[in-house]
Nanobody, 125 residues
């Protein structure tokens, strides 16, 4: 079992920055692959960024160059640094984890077995 708790969501102006955190506890093999997803009202949940056990990161095209995913293994905490935020980034952001990473991770949230409760990010223009 893995327990994921996100924090750091807030309301910001366009152009601003936020850092999301996801504290993980439990069976560490199930946090080999960790990712951030987001879901806006009326839209599908989409992958934002992923980091594998070796520290390699992947990003959705919409956030490349603006968002950075990282993980502190000592603290078992996942981060998402979000810069140059736009209103289109407004969504509930979720942390997810599983033992394995898959190449189609961004469009297959069902592959992740563990999820946090989400943290809301609202960006106003």
């Amino acid at each position: 079992q893995v327990h994921l708790v996100e924090s750091g969501g807030d309301s910001v102006q366009a152009g601003g920055s936020l850092r999301l955190s996801c504290a993980a506890s439990g069976y560490t093999d199930s946090t080999n692959c960790m990712a951030w997803f987001r879901q806006a009202p009326g839209k599908k949940r989409e992958g934002v960024a992923l980091i594998d056990r070796d520290g390699s990161a992947s990003y959705a095209d919409s956030v490349k160059g603006r968002f950075t995913i990282s993980k502190d293994n000592a603290k078992n905490t996942l981060y998402l640094q979000m810069n140059s935020l736009t209103p289109e980034d407004t969504a509930m952001y979720y942390c997810a984890s599983d033992r394995w990473c898959y190449s189609d991770w961004g469009t297959t949230p069902g592959r992740f077995g563990y999820w946090g409760q989400g943290t809301q990010v609202t960006v106003s223009s």
